[in-house]
């Protein structure tokens, strides 16, 4: 299995424009979680889906930050318009929500700069 | 509601010793408790969880962690570091009321000497 995979690993962008981040978890999972890193703020859950519908989005910083999940191996991280402040590392991860309780498999992150 | 905490910011251990990174909780109710570690430049990796049973829980790399009831700890133990165990290590708990999210620690950074 690849694991959880990310695209771009790296993205830097102006003020005002347009980023989406990309995420394929691993297959069968069907939890999916969207977390943003910075050295202020340490590790924060942004949203995170269930079966594709979102369950809890309250981590979400306001309107500018959307996500979507169109399918069971697909999630969109968008920020429109991105500010200098949204620099950070956006990490996704996925698991199996099952009777069980099960280790969540985070991807290598996108390290994204705001101009 | 669920939290924990990490009280060292910075771990410093020479290489061969034994090395501790703690963590206490706050749950209402049975906890379930994780360690990660994040290597510079990469996500995290799973090392260990708790869900019930013994208290002692055996985990990746040599890493174990006892979780302790009454002091609502969940320490990270190993018996003699190694300089690749240099890393930033997050303790989380899980969401107990049904949900499958984990709240995370702020995080400790393990410096192993050489």
């Known amino acids: 299995d690849a694991g959880v995979i990310q695209s771009p690993r790296h993205e830097v962008t102006e003020m005002g424009q347009e980023v989406t981040l990309r995420c394929k978890p691993i297959s069968g999972h069907n939890s999916l979680f969207w977390y943003r890193q910075t050295m202020m703020r340490g590790l924060e859950l942004l949203i995170y889906?269930?079966?594709?519908?979102?369950?809890?989005d309250s981590g979400m910083p306001e309107d500018r930050f959307s996500a979507k999940m169109p399918n069971a191996s697909f999630s969109t991280l968008k920020i429109q318009p991105s500010e200098p402040r949204d620099s950070a590392v956006y990490f996704c991860a996925s698991t199996l929500t099952s009777g069980g309780v099960n280790e969540q498999f985070f991807g290598p992150g996108t390290r994204l700069t705001v101009l | 509601a669920q939290s924990v905490a990490q009280p060292e910011d910075q771990v410093n251990v020479a290489e061969g010793n034994p090395l501790t990174v703690k963590c206490t909780y706050s749950v209402s109710g049975n906890p379930y408790l994780f360690w990660y570690v994040q290597y510079p430049n990469r996500g995290l990796q799973f090392l260990l969880k708790y869900i019930t049973g013994d208290n002692l829980v055996k985990g990746s790399y040599g890493f174990e962690a006892e979780f302790n009831k009454s002091q609502t700890s969940f320490h990270l133990k190993k018996p003699s570091a190694l300089v690749s165990d240099s890393a930033l290590y997050f303790c989380a708990v899980r969401d107990t009321t049904g949900a499958n999210n984990l709240f995370f620690g702020t995080g400790t950074r393990l410096t192993v000497i050489p």
């Open positions: 889906f269930n079966n594709n519908v979102p369950i809890d």
